[in-house]
């Protein structure tokens, strides 16, 4: 197992966290089990943040999947909220105040900031990665681009599992 210290938010622990999702990945095949040790390396070396997770296309939903933090809604429709719009786009959306954010479902009323990323399989949206912070603005390009990393790495390993 990965060697994890605490993170405190700077480029190395940044890098360090991409690395950990990177070796969890490697050898694994089981999607549930590599989604929660993914959603727990976010949790460790991100730091401020409240909610590190995933939700999975099914039909026209998006239903929750292994994460940390608090208990989510389990069930999105297509298009809606901050999910369903990368989901929709296959694009990431970061929305540094979801006070801000029209539709925007609120699952943890501590959370102020938010990134997803969509995940692909055979080219076509497979879920998301969704992380939430407590601090408005948290994810700017350096969060942002590691966690970019994180999705390319999933969407790889959704490729062979
Ligand atoms: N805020 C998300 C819903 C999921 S929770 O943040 C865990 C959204 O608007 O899609």
């Not at 497979?126 to 603005?137: C, E, F, W």
Request: aromatic fraction near 6%; proline fraction near 5%; charge should be negative.
């Amino acid at each position: 197992m990965v060697d994890i210290q605490k993170g405190q938010g700077s480029q190395t622990d940044l890098d360090l966290m991409v690395e950990a999702v990177k070796n969890v990945l490697a050898g694994e095949t089981d999607l549930i089990a590599a989604l929660a040790n993914s959603s727990a390396l976010i949790m460790v070396y991100l730091g401020d943040i409240n909610w590190a997770g995933f939700y999975l296309r099914k039909g026209t939903e998006l239903v929750l999947g292994p994460f940390q933090g608090l208990p989510a809604c389990t069930r999105i429709a297509e298009g809606k909220g901050v999910c369903g719009k990368a989901a929709a786009e296959g694009k990431p959306v970061i929305v540094p105040n979801v006070h801000e954010f029209p539709g925007h479902i609120a699952c943890d009323a501590n959370s102020n900031a938010e990134i997803v990323i969509p995940l692909f399989k055979g080219g076509r949206v497979y879920g998301v990665l969704d992380v939430d912070s407590p601090r408005l603005n948290r994810f700017s390009s350096p969060e942002a681009d590691a966690l970019t990393k994180i999705g390319d790495l999933l969407s790889a390993f959704l490729e062979r599992c």
